[in-house]
């Protein structure tokens, strides 16, 4: 689409601006002031220049030790969450009704985990895990599976993914969706002319036009279980031992549990920054998406 | 054409699948405490409505909803309205800057909450907006403004251009056009954003928590409250949780019809 250059548009954005700026900008600021300094207390600061950076990025140190292992934890378990989200959101998308009120009913039932208060997922997870009250924990021993998500690690992450795919699956299911109904009947009509096979319809159809609100879907669960807090909060408070804590629960740790604010705001940046990184590039990516079509529908 | 073999049976066990916490959750909340502890039943064999009564008539846990839709309201009004115009720019016209601004609000968006804790902490403590709806209501702006954003650029860019000429060419000064027209053209996508915009600040707890202590402290936050010395009011603590559930499932029935397109962020 051709836009006309108009510098007065500010103008109108210029409120957006400054709130996003108030909020994301000064406290970014304090953030970078606190990370070049040591305190001991009462409010005396003295510079400490790239110590906490070093420190933060060596991993002989306790606080290296603590961050590069939180990262390949949670990267680990963004991993297997998309994995196991986006697949199972696109087969869910595909199961949908064509028409009627099954499809309203299905759309609610599948929002809902999406409404739910984050601390109030971890505490339905924590309960029905609970080997003794929950039904899933109950189950699980009565089956003779030695099922216990406090004490054991496995069991931990188990029951953390399983919650997660409940929590979000909805979310790509329901991006896909909103793909897949955009395409025209006539797309159909002419592969059932060609004779075209289910997986034809899929890969040379649905996927390509999928293909837009796959990359949000990616993008946006990618960044989501990236900052994941406050569910394995809840259920399992980052344990057993060290093994569900993520970078955003060690980071809280540090900042409001040891009050370490140096290594916290290093901590801070350095995770903003990896944060920053995989956005441009999704960003990069959707933008040229967006431009490759552009002259398709010139032409059309 | 559509459909894959087996789709109702994947669907069934989907939505099997996502029923059965929330199920267990509604159980639980019409036990009592004693039931809950001593046996496994799928169903209350003494149905009792006591957790409920407690919440409803003790005003540090009906008095945590109020907190909370307070800055859920809040928040919705402050990002919808910042962010329609900004969304109208970004649709029509290209600006200095105008990609990066954009990338920028992005950015944001996907923040972590986690770095943003003390520091906000700090900044609403200073401005003394501390335990106010409004210290959390502005925070949540960190992420719902650039959402809101992003998606009603979406729906702006689906209006032609051809309405805002004419509209113009009819002498329509610009805040008329804007609030005549193009207002009501896209009421569907400030439903959407507004639903989003609810949707993020109601689930959110990590800021809602570290910004508020007493006057202002959000449902999510008493719910911690069940924990005593005695164990755990798993009855109260389920009822709680059914509550909070209700907000959410009331607004997702109202944008039903729209809430596929808003998933895709206006982008389809």
Redesign the interface.
């Known amino acids: ?1 051709d ?8 103008f ?2 210029l ?3 400054l ?2 700026a ?3 900008v ?3 600021m ?2 970078v002031n606190y990370s070049i300094q040591d305190t001991f207390g009462n409010n005396q600061f003295f510079w400490n220049g790239v110590g906490w950076f070093k420190e933060l990025l060596d991993p002989t140190t306790d606080l290296g030790e603590r961050f590069f292992a939180s990262l390949w934890r949670n990267l680990f378990f963004s991993a297997i969450i998309l994995a196991i989200e986006v697949p ?1 959101g696109i ?2 998308a ?5 028409e009627g009120w099954r499809v ?1 009913a ?15 997922v971890g ?3 924590q ?2 895990g609970r080997p ?5 924990g ?1 189950t699980l021993n009565s089956i003779g599976l030695d099922y216990n998500y406090v004490s054991n690690e496995f069991d931990a992450w188990a029951t953390i993914i399983v919650m997660d795919v ?1 929590h979000w ?3 790509v299911a ?2 896909c ?6 395409i025209p009947d006539a797309y ?1 009509q002419a ?2 002319i060609d004779g075209a096979s ?1 997986w034809a ?1 899929f890969t040379a159809i649905q996927l390509p036009k999928m293909n ?2 796959l990359l ?1 879907a990616v ?1 946006l669960r990618f ?1 989501d279980s ?2 994941i ?2 569910e394995p909060f809840v259920v399992t408070g980052g344990g057993p031992g060290n093994s569900t804590t993520f ?3 060690e ?2 740790k540090i ?2 549990g040891q009050f370490d ?1 140096g290594k ?1 705001a290093a901590l ?1 940046l350095v ?2 920054l990896i ?2 990184i995989v ?2 590039v999704f ?1 990069t990516v959707m ?1 040229n998406a967006g431009a490759e079509r552009a002259p398709e529908k010139g032409v059309a | ?5 087996g ?2 049976i ?2 069934s066990l ?2 099997i ?6 199920y ?2 509604v159980n ?1 909340s019409f036990k009592t405490n004693t039931e ?2 001593t046996t ?1 039943t799928l169903w209350p064999h003494e149905p009792t409505l006591a957790n409920y009564i407690h919440i409803f008539t003790d005003e540090s846990w009906y008095s945590g909803y109020i907190n909370s839709l307070k800055y859920v309201v809040i928040n919705t009004v ?1 990002s919808i309205s ?2 329609l ?2 969304a ?3 649709s ?5 800057g ?2 990066h ?1 954009f ?6 968006r ?11 902490f ?2 609403y403590s200073a401005l003394n907006l501390f335990d106010t709806p409004w210290a959390v209501a ?2 949540h ?2 992420f719902n ?2 959402l809101a ?1 992003w998606i009603l650029e979406g729906f702006v ?1 689906s209006v032609p251009r051809e309405i805002d000429e004419t509209a113009f060419l009819d002498g329509y000064s610009f805040p008329r056009f804007f609030v005549k027209i193009l207002v009501p053209l896209i009421a569907s996508g400030i439903g959407v954003a507004a639903f989003f915009c609810f ?1 993020f600040s ?5 800021l809602a928590r ?1 910004l508020t202590s007493v006057n202002a402290k959000p ?2 936050a008493t ?1 911690t409250r069940t924990v005593s010395a005695a164990g755990v009011d ?1 009855g109260l ?2 009822a709680a ?1 059914v509550l ?2 209700i ?3 009331l ?3 109202f944008v ?2 729209y ?3 808003g ?3 206006g ?2």
């Open positions: 689409m836009k006309t250059v108009n510098h007065k548009a500010w109108l954005v409120p957006v601006f709130i996003v108030f909020s994301a000064l406290p970014l304090t953030v199972l087969v869910v595909l199961s949908m009704p064509r309203a299905c759309l609610v039932i599948m929002a809902l985990p999406l409404l739910i208060p984050w601390n109030v505490t339905i997870w309960i029905f003794d009250i929950g039904l899933m109950y409940w699956t909805s979310l329901l991006l969706y909103a793909g897949l109904k955009s159909y592969a059932q289910r319809v837009r609100v949000i993008l960044m990236f900052m807090y406050t970078i955003s629960i980071l809280v900042a409001l604010l916290a801070s995770y903003n944060i920053l956005c441009w960003y933008t | 054409m559509h459909s894959i073999p789709r109702r994947i669907l989907f939505l699948f996502l029923l059965l916490p929330i267990w959750l639980m809950i502890v496994m402050l910042f962010a115009p900004a109208y720019a970004f029509r016209y290209r600006f200095l105008d990609k601004l990338f920028w609000l992005l950015s944001n996907m923040a972590p909450p986690a770095v943003f804790a003390l520091p906000f700090n900044l502005l925070a702006c960190l403004v650039p954003v860019s949707m109601w689930v959110e707890l990590l570290t449902i999510a719910m798993w603590l389920a949780g909070t559930i907000p959410g499932a607004v997702i029935w039903r019809n809430i596929a397109r998933f895709a962020l982008r389809v």
